[in-house]
């Protein structure tokens, strides 16, 4: 029988070579001069060190907690950034700045008074949710946009993979845990996988290639963004 650490080590490698694995299809494939796939490649890179780091720290320092809110942070930012709502109306993009600008200070705030230990949690699943709405959001514009071929656009396996992402953290923050024992290796495993099935989608996007010209700028923030 295999035990649960061998189960937990050979998923948290797989889950850091996933999230490595966009940046290096669209290095391979020389497609970052797109905005969008930069982005990618950007939140690809910072995710493979989020679980490099995860994985080497011990669970237990407090140096393990601070590492993972500031990536967490730091990747809920950029992707954040991705997700915002096109430039028109431009009282809609201004709107989400102030309230962009407004959560993040009130995270970094809570964070510097309560420690990352005992308000991580409670800070992790208000990330999800904003994410959720803004992905949400994000899918409502795609559809409104009249793009035909909305399955080639890399900004929809992003989002796709956003809210599937969003949505396992949220039915992972439900689980009771103690911190302790078997329960902590099983929602190691449970982390690596949601990483695994994000970065899926991720791939997707990287691997993307549009056959239409007529949709090749939806492949940025030009038209789509800004």
């Not at 320092?61 to 590492?67: A, D, K, V």
């Not at 992905?135 to 929809?156: C, M, R, W």
Request: charged share 10%; glycine share 4%.
């Amino acid at each position: 029988m295999v035990k649960a650490g061998t189960i937990q080590n050979i998923l948290c490698i797989i889950a850091m070579l996933a999230a490595l694995a966009p940046a290096l299809i669209i290095l391979f494939r020389r497609v970052w001069q797109s905005d969008i796939l930069n982005f990618l490649m950007v939140f690809s890179l910072l995710s493979f060190m989020h679980q490099l780091l995860a994985g080497i720290m011990p669970v237990n320092q407090i140096s393990y907690h601070f590492t993972h809110a500031a990536f967490s942070l730091s990747e809920f930012i950029l992707l954040l950034f991705l997700l915002r709502p096109p430039a028109k109306p431009k009282w809609m993009r201004d709107l989400f700045h102030i309230f962009s600008i407004a959560f993040l200070s009130v995270i970094i705030t809570v964070y510097a008074i309560m420690g990352a230990t005992s308000s991580g949690s409670t800070v992790m699943v208000l990330q999800n949710l904003i994410l959720l709405a803004a992905a949400i959001a994000g899918v409502i514009q795609l559809l409104k946009s009249d793009e035909v071929f909305i399955f080639q656009l890399p900004l929809f396996w992003i989002i796709a993979g956003t809210i599937a992402f969003s949505c396992m953290e949220l039915l992972l923050a439900m689980i009771p845990y103690n911190g302790n024992g078997q329960p902590q290796r099983e929602m190691a495993i449970m982390q690596s996988l949601v990483i695994i099935i994000r970065s899926i989608f991720f791939i997707i996007a990287a691997f993307t290639k549009i056959k239409n010209p007529a949709v090749k700028h939806t492949t940025g923030f030009k038209e789509f963004r800004y």
